[in-house]
């Protein structure tokens, strides 16, 4: 199993460079991490008294990969989950925020278990998910990474300025849906026709 270390080295990797894409409600974002994430943590790494884009430019990837195992990894628990779904909800808490963990709440509901769906792992949520991947671990992830193709499509649907993260320009799968699948199976992608069929319906 990778560490977490090496997690979250793979998280800076694929989330790149310095973005300050109008469409993305994050805003200016490096290697990941947002400027929202920037001012909560009072990282003004120029020292002018303020955190805006220049200090978002000037965040290194290990200042990243820092940020992201200590609020993203350790302070929401995810440490604490089975490690079949650490990588998978680690990747989707630094992309989506305890949005991540709703999803696996709702997931862990629809098998069984009885959760609050409110973003935070505590005890119970814990402990579903520990006998839940007891169970068939590798499916639990698989069907975790299912929903969270899900959320994209339907985040996609719900808000035309999204779609370019999830349909590429090509109408193949954009980013959002292929970092889903990192997490799943190969038998539980989605063929091109089906991605096709899925986003027919958008402009």
């Not at 990282?43 to 990837?61: M, Q």
């Not at 992309?95 to 409110?118: C, E, H, K, P, T």
Request: hydrophobic share 40%.
């Amino acid at each position: 199993m990778k560490t977490a270390e090496q997690l979250a080295e793979e998280i800076v990797a694929r989330e790149g460079g310095f973005v300050d894409d109008r469409d993305d409600p994050g805003g200016a974002t490096n290697h990941g991490v947002t400027i929202g994430t920037m001012r909560r943590l009072g990282l003004d790494l120029d020292g002018n008294g303020r955190v805006d884009t220049a200090d978002v430019r000037r965040l290194t990837a290990e200042q990243a990969r820092d940020i992201f195992l200590q609020s993203y990894f350790r302070a929401p628990k995810i440490d604490q989950l089975p490690q079949v779904l650490q990588g998978t909800v680690f990747d989707m808490q630094v992309n989506a925020g305890s949005n991540a963990i709703r999803i696996l709440q709702a997931l862990l509901n629809g098998m069984g278990a009885v959760l609050r769906v409110d973003g935070a792992l505590g005890p119970q949520s814990l402990g579903a998910a520990e006998r839940a991947c007891a169970r068939q671990p590798g499916l639990v992830a698989d069907a975790y990474g299912i929903a969270r193709r899900n959320y994209y499509y339907a985040l996609a649907d719900a808000r035309p300025a999204s779609r370019k993260f999830a349909r590429a320009r090509d109408g193949g799968k954009g980013g959002w849906i292929l970092r889903a699948e990192e997490f799943i199976s190969p038998r539980f992608r989605l063929t091109a026709a089906e991605h096709g069929a899925r986003v027919a319906g958008w402009v």
